[in-house]
Protein backbone atom coordinates (compact mmCIF):
# COMPACT_ATOMS: atom_id res chain seq x y z
CA UNK A 1 0.00 0.00 0.00
CA UNK A 2 1.28 3.53 -1.25
CA UNK A 3 1.43 5.88 1.92
CA UNK A 4 -1.23 8.35 2.20
CA UNK A 5 -0.63 11.95 1.00
CA UNK A 6 0.78 14.44 3.24
CA UNK A 7 -1.88 16.76 3.00
CA UNK A 8 -4.33 13.97 4.59
CA UNK A 9 -1.77 13.37 7.47
CA UNK A 10 -1.32 16.53 8.57
CA UNK A 11 -5.11 16.93 8.72
CA UNK A 12 -6.02 13.77 10.60
CA UNK A 13 -2.95 14.85 13.00
CA UNK A 14 -4.97 18.23 13.84
CA UNK A 15 -8.04 16.70 14.12
CA UNK A 16 -6.54 14.19 16.23
CA UNK A 17 -5.16 16.48 18.86
CA UNK A 18 -7.82 18.75 18.97
CA UNK A 19 -10.72 16.46 18.59
CA UNK A 20 -12.55 18.52 16.52
CA UNK A 21 -12.61 19.39 12.89
CA UNK A 22 -13.56 23.02 13.26
CA UNK A 23 -10.16 23.38 15.92
CA UNK A 24 -8.20 21.60 13.29
CA UNK A 25 -9.81 24.19 10.30
CA UNK A 26 -9.43 27.20 12.08
CA UNK A 27 -5.28 25.83 12.47
CA UNK A 28 -5.18 24.88 9.73
CA UNK A 29 -6.87 27.90 7.50
CA UNK A 30 -9.13 25.01 5.39
CA UNK A 31 -12.90 24.99 5.80
CA UNK A 32 -14.63 22.24 8.62
CA UNK A 33 -16.02 20.76 5.19
CA UNK A 34 -12.49 20.25 3.67
CA UNK A 35 -11.31 18.94 6.88
CA UNK A 36 -13.95 16.50 6.79
CA UNK A 37 -13.84 15.21 2.94
CA UNK A 38 -9.93 14.79 3.89
CA UNK A 39 -10.77 12.46 6.74
CA UNK A 40 -12.98 10.38 5.17
CA UNK A 41 -11.21 9.88 2.00
CA UNK A 42 -8.19 8.73 4.19
CA UNK A 43 -10.33 6.71 6.14
CA UNK A 44 -11.25 5.13 2.78
CA UNK A 45 -8.28 4.45 1.59
CA UNK A 46 -6.85 2.96 4.97
CA UNK A 47 -10.39 0.76 5.20
CA UNK A 48 -10.50 1.45 8.76
CA UNK A 49 -12.66 4.29 10.98
CA UNK A 50 -10.29 6.78 12.65
CA UNK A 51 -12.81 9.14 14.61
CA UNK A 52 -15.97 8.10 16.48
CA UNK A 53 -18.59 10.87 15.38
CA UNK A 54 -21.14 11.31 18.37
CA UNK A 55 -23.16 14.18 18.06
CA UNK A 56 -20.83 17.70 18.44
CA UNK A 57 -18.27 15.39 19.78
CA UNK A 58 -15.52 13.26 17.94
CA UNK A 59 -13.37 10.42 19.52
CA UNK A 60 -10.40 8.48 18.31
CA UNK A 61 -11.32 4.90 17.45
CA UNK A 62 -8.46 2.42 19.00
CA UNK A 63 -7.16 2.11 15.42
CA UNK A 64 -7.21 6.21 15.00
CA UNK A 65 -5.01 6.38 18.36
CA UNK A 66 -2.50 3.59 17.47
CA UNK A 67 -2.13 5.60 13.90
CA UNK A 68 -1.90 9.55 15.44
CA UNK A 69 1.30 8.60 17.03
CA UNK A 70 2.59 7.16 14.77
CA UNK A 71 1.88 10.21 12.45
CA UNK A 72 3.16 12.52 15.04
CA UNK A 73 6.07 10.97 15.53
CA UNK A 74 6.87 10.98 11.91
CA UNK A 75 5.85 14.93 10.80
CA UNK A 76 8.04 15.83 14.46
CA UNK A 77 10.90 13.79 12.53
CA UNK A 78 10.11 15.39 8.77
CA UNK A 79 10.12 19.07 10.79
CA UNK A 80 13.62 18.70 12.43
CA UNK A 81 15.00 17.40 9.38
CA UNK A 82 13.87 20.25 7.54
CA UNK A 83 14.37 22.69 9.65
CA UNK A 84 18.50 21.13 10.22
CA UNK A 85 18.64 20.94 6.52
CA UNK A 86 17.39 24.16 5.32
CA UNK A 87 18.96 27.61 6.21
CA UNK A 88 17.91 29.04 9.78
CA UNK A 89 14.62 30.45 10.67
CA UNK A 90 13.93 33.57 13.33
CA UNK A 91 13.74 31.58 16.91
CA UNK A 92 10.57 30.16 17.96
CA UNK A 93 8.87 31.94 21.50
CA UNK A 94 6.25 29.73 23.11
CA UNK A 95 4.62 30.55 25.92
CA UNK A 96 3.22 27.89 28.96
CA UNK A 97 1.26 29.04 31.65
CA UNK A 98 1.25 26.91 34.91
CA UNK A 99 1.30 26.84 38.71
CA UNK A 100 4.39 28.13 39.80
CA UNK A 101 4.62 24.57 41.50
CA UNK A 102 4.02 22.86 38.26
CA UNK A 103 6.81 25.41 37.33
CA UNK A 104 9.09 24.97 39.58
CA UNK A 105 9.41 21.55 41.13
CA UNK A 106 8.49 19.94 37.53
CA UNK A 107 9.48 21.67 34.36
CA UNK A 108 12.30 24.22 35.75
CA UNK A 109 14.59 20.45 36.15
CA UNK A 110 13.92 19.70 32.44
CA UNK A 111 14.28 22.73 30.66
CA UNK A 112 18.35 22.13 30.14
CA UNK A 113 17.61 18.98 28.11
CA UNK A 114 14.37 20.83 26.33
CA UNK A 115 16.96 23.61 25.19
CA UNK A 116 19.31 20.80 24.00
CA UNK A 117 16.62 19.27 22.33
CA UNK A 118 15.05 21.91 20.66
CA UNK A 119 17.44 25.03 20.05
CA UNK A 120 15.46 27.18 17.90
CA UNK A 121 12.43 27.41 20.65
CA UNK A 122 12.51 29.94 23.32
CA UNK A 123 10.36 28.70 25.99
CA UNK A 124 8.56 31.24 28.09
CA UNK A 125 7.21 30.42 31.51
CA UNK A 126 4.36 32.64 33.49
CA UNK A 127 2.85 31.30 36.62
CA UNK A 128 0.34 32.02 38.14
CA UNK A 129 -0.25 34.61 40.85
CA UNK A 130 -2.23 31.85 43.01
CA UNK A 131 -3.48 28.07 42.73
CA UNK A 132 -6.41 27.28 41.13
CA UNK A 133 -6.69 30.89 39.13
CA UNK A 134 -8.22 30.46 35.59
CA UNK A 135 -8.42 33.31 33.37
CA UNK A 136 -6.04 33.20 30.83
CA UNK A 137 -3.95 35.49 28.62
CA UNK A 138 -4.91 35.22 24.78
CA UNK A 139 -1.19 35.35 24.46
CA UNK A 140 -0.63 32.22 26.12
CA UNK A 141 0.31 29.31 23.59
CA UNK A 142 0.03 25.85 26.15
CA UNK A 143 -1.65 26.16 29.38
CA UNK A 144 -1.57 23.25 32.00
CA UNK A 145 -4.14 23.70 34.61
CA UNK A 146 -6.37 21.18 36.90
CA UNK A 147 -10.12 20.58 36.46
CA UNK A 148 -12.70 18.28 37.73
CA UNK A 149 -14.80 18.37 34.83
CA UNK A 150 -14.35 14.68 32.59
CA UNK A 151 -16.26 15.10 29.35
CA UNK A 152 -14.11 15.95 26.30
CA UNK A 153 -13.48 19.84 26.02
CA UNK A 154 -12.35 21.19 22.51
CA UNK A 155 -8.84 21.66 22.44
CA UNK A 156 -7.92 20.59 25.67
CA UNK A 157 -6.19 16.94 26.48
CA UNK A 158 -5.57 15.08 29.80
CA UNK A 159 -1.89 15.47 31.09
CA UNK A 160 -1.52 13.58 33.98
CA UNK A 161 -3.06 12.30 36.52
CA UNK A 162 -1.58 13.20 40.17
CA UNK A 163 -2.14 11.04 43.54
CA UNK A 164 -2.64 13.66 45.83
CA UNK A 165 -1.04 12.62 49.53
CA UNK A 166 -0.87 14.12 53.35
CA UNK A 167 2.97 14.73 53.95
CA UNK A 168 4.90 15.64 56.08
CA UNK A 169 9.02 16.57 57.61
CA UNK A 170 9.80 12.83 59.42
CA UNK A 171 10.88 14.70 62.46
CA UNK A 172 7.33 15.99 62.72
CA UNK A 173 5.80 12.53 63.06
CA UNK A 174 8.91 10.75 64.58
CA UNK A 175 7.41 10.66 68.06
CA UNK A 176 3.95 8.70 66.67
CA UNK A 177 2.97 5.65 65.79
CA UNK A 178 1.53 4.69 62.45
CA UNK A 179 -1.16 7.05 61.80
CA UNK A 180 -4.91 6.00 61.12
CA UNK A 181 -6.95 8.53 59.13
CA UNK A 182 -9.06 9.85 62.15
CA UNK A 183 -5.64 10.52 63.59
CA UNK A 184 -4.70 13.58 61.75
CA UNK A 185 -7.03 15.69 63.78
CA UNK A 186 -4.23 15.68 66.15
CA UNK A 187 -2.37 17.64 64.20
CA UNK A 188 -1.45 21.08 62.22
CA UNK A 189 -3.19 20.74 58.89
CA UNK A 190 -1.38 23.46 56.35
CA UNK A 191 -3.85 24.50 53.85
CA UNK A 192 -3.43 25.81 50.12
CA UNK A 193 -5.54 28.87 48.79
CA UNK A 194 -6.89 27.90 45.31
CA UNK A 195 -7.01 24.54 46.62
CA UNK A 196 -9.36 24.77 49.86
CA UNK A 197 -11.28 22.21 48.97
CA UNK A 198 -8.54 19.18 49.06
CA UNK A 199 -8.81 19.40 52.74
CA UNK A 200 -12.29 18.53 52.97
CA UNK A 201 -12.40 15.83 49.80
CA UNK A 202 -9.90 13.98 51.75
CA UNK A 203 -12.03 13.69 54.73
CA UNK A 204 -15.07 12.86 52.88
CA UNK A 205 -13.31 10.23 51.15
CA UNK A 206 -11.77 8.87 54.22
CA UNK A 207 -15.18 8.65 56.02
CA UNK A 208 -14.21 11.85 58.62
CA UNK A 209 -16.67 14.50 59.04
CA UNK A 210 -15.26 17.54 56.37
CA UNK A 211 -16.85 20.24 59.40
CA UNK A 212 -14.33 18.73 61.31
CA UNK A 213 -11.65 19.79 59.60
CA UNK A 214 -8.84 21.63 61.88
CA UNK A 215 -7.94 25.25 60.34
CA UNK A 216 -4.26 26.20 60.25
CA UNK A 217 -1.45 27.53 58.53
CA UNK A 218 -3.12 29.06 54.90
CA UNK A 219 -0.56 29.31 52.01
CA UNK A 220 -1.05 31.04 48.75
CA UNK A 221 0.99 28.23 46.52
CA UNK A 222 2.23 24.76 47.07
CA UNK A 223 6.21 25.95 47.10
CA UNK A 224 5.02 27.76 50.31
CA UNK A 225 3.54 25.07 51.62
CA UNK A 226 6.39 22.56 51.07
CA UNK A 227 8.70 25.12 52.39
CA UNK A 228 6.07 25.32 55.59
CA UNK A 229 6.09 21.18 55.83
CA UNK A 230 9.85 20.88 55.48
CA UNK A 231 10.42 23.63 58.57
CA UNK A 232 7.95 20.95 60.74
CA UNK A 233 4.80 23.11 60.67
CA UNK A 234 2.27 20.46 60.13
CA UNK A 235 0.72 18.19 57.17
CA UNK A 236 -0.01 19.26 54.10
CA UNK A 237 -1.55 17.41 51.00
CA UNK A 238 1.06 17.12 48.30
CA UNK A 239 0.81 16.29 44.86
CA UNK A 240 2.92 14.04 42.79
CA UNK A 241 5.08 13.77 40.75
CA UNK A 242 5.46 17.60 42.04
CA UNK A 243 6.73 16.95 45.44
CA UNK A 244 8.70 13.47 44.37
CA UNK A 245 12.26 14.90 44.61
CA UNK A 246 11.44 15.52 48.37
CA UNK A 247 10.08 12.18 48.95
CA UNK A 248 13.26 10.45 47.17
CA UNK A 249 15.45 12.48 49.67
CA UNK A 250 13.67 11.51 52.57
CA UNK A 251 12.83 15.19 53.61
CA UNK A 252 9.06 14.63 52.91
CA UNK A 253 7.62 11.25 53.92
CA UNK A 254 3.98 9.98 53.30
CA UNK A 255 2.32 10.48 56.43
CA UNK A 256 0.09 6.67 56.53
CA UNK A 257 1.55 3.46 55.27
CA UNK A 258 -0.97 2.65 53.25
CA UNK A 259 -2.27 4.78 50.26
CA UNK A 260 -4.71 7.66 51.53
CA UNK A 261 -4.70 9.50 48.33
CA UNK A 262 -6.57 11.80 46.51
CA UNK A 263 -6.84 12.06 42.58
CA UNK A 264 -6.69 15.16 39.93
CA UNK A 265 -6.17 15.42 36.56
CA UNK A 266 -3.71 18.23 34.77
CA UNK A 267 -4.89 19.05 30.99
CA UNK A 268 -3.24 20.81 28.52
CA UNK A 269 -4.76 23.35 26.65
CA UNK A 270 -3.65 24.53 23.62
CA UNK A 271 -4.34 27.40 21.36
CA UNK A 272 -4.01 27.79 17.57
CA UNK A 273 -1.54 29.86 16.49
CA UNK A 274 -0.84 30.05 13.06
CA UNK A 275 2.42 31.82 12.67
CA UNK A 276 3.83 29.44 15.10
CA UNK A 277 1.81 26.09 15.22
CA UNK A 278 4.63 23.66 14.53
CA UNK A 279 6.37 25.66 17.79
CA UNK A 280 3.99 24.96 19.76
CA UNK A 281 3.05 21.47 18.47
CA UNK A 282 6.78 20.66 19.51
CA UNK A 283 6.47 21.81 23.33
CA UNK A 284 2.79 19.89 23.74
CA UNK A 285 4.36 16.57 22.52
CA UNK A 286 7.42 17.32 24.80
CA UNK A 287 5.08 17.81 27.84
CA UNK A 288 3.22 14.97 27.05
CA UNK A 289 6.46 12.61 26.56
CA UNK A 290 7.42 14.25 30.00
CA UNK A 291 4.12 12.90 31.43
CA UNK A 292 4.44 9.69 30.89
CA UNK A 293 7.76 9.44 32.03
CA UNK A 294 8.50 6.72 35.04
CA UNK A 295 8.53 8.19 38.41
Same mark, same amino acid.
Given at each position: ????????????? +??????????????????????????????????? +???????????????????????????????????????????????????????? =???????????????? $??????????????????????????????????????????? $??????????????????????????????????????????????????????????? =?? +? $?????????????????????????? =????????????????????????????????????????? +???
Amino acid at each position: MRRPRLNALRTFE +AAGRKLSFSLAADELNITQAAVSQQIRQLEEYLGD +ALFVRAHRRISLTVSGRAYLETVQEALERLDNVTDQLFGTRPDQVVTIRCTSSVAS =LWLAPQIRAFQRAFPE $INLHIRTLEREGETNTPSSTDLEIFVSAKTEPMPGITPLLTSA $ITPVAAPRYLKNNPPLHAPDILNFNLIHILGYDDDWHRWFRTYHLDPLRVPRGLSADSS =LF +A $IDAALRGDGIFLGRRPFIDAHLETGE =LVEVFDTPHHLKATYFLRQRGNGQNTRGIEKVARWLRRLAE +APV
